[in-house]
C-alpha cells in the first residue's frame, strides 16, 4: 500500500472548470510538494508547503497537517493544465515518498 | 535556472548489456537522485547520493549500482540489464538542506528487450 495515496486517479474537465485533486499521507511529514509531469516525462516542482495554503496564478495548494491531508486546486482549467500531477511527502529527511499521480485531462 | 540534463532520452537495450544512464546537474547541488517511474506505482528511488562519492540505497537499489565521482554527475548503471527494468528513469537534485525541492531531468524511457 502507498504511503501517499492521491484521488482521483483519472479526471477529465471542460475548459474552465474548477478542478480539485486529493492527497492524504499517514504519518507525521516535514513538507509536501505538488509536482506536474507533462507529457514526454519532465517533471516541473509547482508547490511545497508545510502548513497552510499557496497560491501561484491560477494553482492554489493547501495542507492540513491535523488531517494528513493536501488539495490543489486549479481555477479557470485550460487544456494546457492537461499533464499527470503528483503529490510527494518528505519526512525528517531528502528522501521522498511519491504518490502514483493523478492524470488530468482539460477538454476545450 | 537550474537545469538537469540526461544523456538520452529514449534507450533500447538488450537482455545481459551494460546500460549507462548519466544525469548531469549545473547549480551546485549537493544531493542528485535516481527514479523510476512505472505505471499504477508512481516514483520509486533507486540511489541517491548527498557528496561526491557518497551514495545511499533508495528503495529499489537491486540491479543497479551509480557512480559519483564529480558534485554535477550523477551515473545510473545497470550491470546487466533485464526485461524488468524496462523504465522510465528520472534524475533529479536538490540543495543540501531538507526543505528544498528536487529539480528533475527530462527522463530517460529505456526498454529493454
Known amino acids: 500500500k502507498n504511503e501517499v495515496e492521491q484521488s482521483p486517479q483519472n479526471l477529465t474537465a471542460q475548459e474552465g472548470e474548477f478542478i480539485t485533486i486529493n492527497c492524504s499521507y499517514s504519518v507525521g511529514i516535514s513538507a509536501l510538494h505538488w509536482l506536474q509531469q507533462h507529457p514526454g516525462g519532465g517533471i516541473v516542482s509547482l508547490f511545497m508547503?508545510?502548513?497552510g495554503k499557496k497560491k501561484h496564478g491560477r494553482l492554489i495548494a493547501t495542507i492540513n497537517i491535523q488531517e494528513k491531508h493536501s488539495s490543489l486546486h486549479i481555477t479557470a482549467s485550460h487544456p494546457r493544465d492537461s499533464a499527470v500531477y503528483i503529490c510527494a511527502v518528505r519526512y525528517n529527511t531528502d528522501k521522498l515518498i511519491f504518490g502514483t499521480g493523478t492524470r488530468l485531462q482539460v477538454f476545450p | 535556472d537550474v537545469k538537469v540534463t540526461q544523456s538520452s532520452r529514449y534507450l533500447v537495450k538488450r537482455t545481459g548489456e551494460k546500460v549507462f544512464l548519466e544525469c548531469v546537474q549545473d547549480m551546485d547541488h549537493e544531493n542528485m537522485f535516481w527514479y523510476r517511474q512505472d505505471p499504477g506505482l508512481g516514483l520509486r528511488l533507486i540511489y541517491f547520493s548527498y557528496d561526491v562519492k557518497m551514495k545511499e540505497k533508495g528503495d529499489i537499489p537491486e540491479g543497479y549500482s551509480v557512480s559519483r565521482e564529480k558534485k554535477e554527475r550523477f551515473s545510473l548503471i545497470l550491470e546487466s540489464a533485464s526485461t524488468n527494468q524496462t523504465s522510465m528513469y528520472l534524475c533529479?537534485?536538490?540543495?543540501?538542506?531538507?526543505?528544498?525541492?528536487?529539480?528533475f531531468g527530462p527522463g530517460t524511457r529505456l526498454t529493454v528487450l
Open positions: 508547503l508545510s502548513s
Open positions: 533529479a537534485s536538490s540543495t543540501g538542506t531538507f526543505y528544498n525541492e528536487q529539480f
